[in-house]
């Protein structure tokens, strides 16, 4: 049986504007994360923050992602994973619009924010990991695992050129204010599909299909190669691994050294 190509299985991710949607939603959020993940240590520094106050926020929000990546399971049954990256997205747009507001050194408020992101995190790759495990033929969950990262990591290239560029240029306040409206953008595309597209699993026998359609080659090129219409010594070399030699199918075709 032959094997998808990882462009036909892109292609099935994207089939549906549903999908294509998704897909831009983990996009825009993965943009959004890049910028909280590499700047704000440069803005919590210019509030007066030490390292040792940055140094907690880390700890409080990967201690915010066990209890998301615990209820996954059950958020994911009972919600579905446009909603479980909806809200993964909506607590970031609370962190962001919040940040320019934080007062000058008060490490409380900028400590209470740090949660969402766990929320965040966990949500979006709960969201991911279901919707790509859905979509996939079977077999094949693995290989749509590696081609959402191109969403994602496409996303935090984008993030990180654009807010590196704006928090130099225009400062961190416009820079969250960007970040927050490319968010918004993917909360609005997933929005709309959720609203007036279906989801459409991929059905499991699309590589029965797509093998029957090979086979069916195959057979073809083998019917020709039998009336005289092919001549080839590397098919007749991949053919003798079957249990029969060149010389048994045709001693014509026989090669010589």
Request: glycine share 10%; net charge negative; proline share 4%.
């Amino acid at each position: 049986h032959s094997e998808l190509s990882l462009s036909r299985l892109l292609g099935l991710m994207l089939s549906s504007a549903y999908g294509c949607c998704f897909f831009i939603c983990v996009f825009c959020i993965s943009s959004g994360q890049a910028v909280v993940d590499n700047l704000i240590f440069l803005f919590f520094e210019a509030l007066g923050n030490g390292w040792l106050s940055m140094g907690i926020t880390v700890v409080i929000k990967i201690a915010a992602e066990v209890p998301i990546f615990y209820a996954g399971p059950w958020l994911l049954r009972q919600y579905g994973s446009a909603s479980v990256l909806l809200l993964g997205c909506v607590c970031y747009l609370i962190r962001v619009v919040t940040y320019p507001f934080l007062p000058v050194g008060d490490k409380l408020f900028m400590m209470l924010l740090e949660p969402l992101h766990g929320i965040t995190y966990g949500a979006t790759q709960l969201a991911m990991v279901d919707f790509v495990a859905s979509q996939m033929p079977q077999g094949y969950e693995a290989s749509g695992q590696g081609l959402v990262y191109l969403f994602k990591d496409g996303g935090s290239i984008l993030g990180v050129l654009l807010g590196g560029w704006s928090d130099d240029k225009l400062g961190p306040n416009l820079m969250f204010a960007i970040s927050a409206t490319i968010v918004m953008i993917g909360i609005s595309a997933l929005s709309v599909a959720m609203c007036l597209f279906p989801k459409t699993p991929i059905s499991h026998d699309v590589i029965a299909d797509e093998n029957e359609h090979v086979d069916a080659m195959d057979t073809r090129t083998d019917e020709i190669r039998r009336e005289g219409g092919i001549s080839s010594p590397f098919h007749d070399i991949a053919l003798s691994g079957k249990g029969s030699s060149s010389e048994e199918r045709d001693p014509t075709l026989s090669i010589h050294h």
